[in-house]
């Protein structure tokens, strides 16, 4: 299958401070990414769907200027967090799509902010 | 609007028992129906992708099978690494995003 790539696996942070989270395809082009946000024992939750090269769509009640995403190329995406406070703290996963519309999915992002 | 559910949402089996996950779905048109596989901490990881009724696939002891309102993922003669949260999602026709069920934890017990 695919590999998507996502980075940093686990990151705390200062209340406050912005966090960058990469997400890249590392064999394969990926015109769609989507990034989810996971609580403990819950399925995923969608934050916002971003296009190569356009603004990302973001679901109904996600922040845009909290959760800034760029699609930059057609192998990264990236998930800013600005102004991190506790309540953002939680496991953040990334996914690219491929031609073919399967999706594969990152590692996953431990934020924790203290 | 689309939606997906999932059950059980718990299973537990003693190893080799074999048995099914459940996903029922309703969606405006189906591009394709996906399972996946998520252990705690981790992305998930793709498993199948499903795209008309009647369609089955099988990996090692998994086999996942299609029809018009509901996909099943059956399990044959299981062991303690196939414990995990199966996820099922589904993709709407003219549609980007995947719908995700809540998942089942499977344990698989020695």
């Known amino acids: 299958g695919a590999v998507v790539s996502q980075h940093p696996s686990r990151v705390i942070c200062k209340s406050g401070t912005s966090v960058k989270i990469e997400c890249r395809s590392l064999?394969?082009?990926?015109?769609?990414m989507f990034w989810y946000r996971q609580f403990p024992k819950q399925s995923l939750m969608l934050m916002a769907t971003?296009?190569?090269?356009?603004?990302?769509?973001?679901e109904q009640g996600v922040e845009k200027d909290k959760f800034l995403i760029n699609h930059a190329s057609l192998t990264l995406s990236t998930l800013t967090v600005t102004s991190a406070h506790p309540e953002d703290s939680s496991f953040y996963i990334c996914s690219a799509m491929t031609m073919n519309t399967e999706a594969f999915f990152g590692q996953g992002t431990r934020l924790t902010v203290v | 609007e689309d939606q997906v559910t999932q059950s059980p949402e718990a299973l537990r089996l003693q190893e080799g028992e074999s048995s099914s996950l459940n996903c029922s779905y309703t969606?405006?048109?189906?591009?394709?129906l996906f399972w996946y596989r998520q252990d705690p901490g981790k992305g998930p990881e793709f498993l199948f992708t499903?795209?008309?009724a009647g369609e089955e696939k099988e990996k090692e002891r998994l086999k996942a099978t299609l029809t018009k309102k509901e996909s099943f993922l059956h399990i044959t003669a299981p062991k303690p690494e196939d414990s995990a949260t199966y996820l099922c999602a589904v993709q709407a026709a003219g549609a980007q995003k995947l719908v995700f069920g809540q998942g089942t934890r499977l344990t698989i017990n020695p």
């Open positions: 499903l795209y008309s």
């Open positions: 971003s296009n190569e090269g356009s603004k990302a769509t973001y």
């Open positions: 064999d394969f082009q990926a015109t769609t």
């Open positions: 969606v405006s048109g189906l591009r394709g």
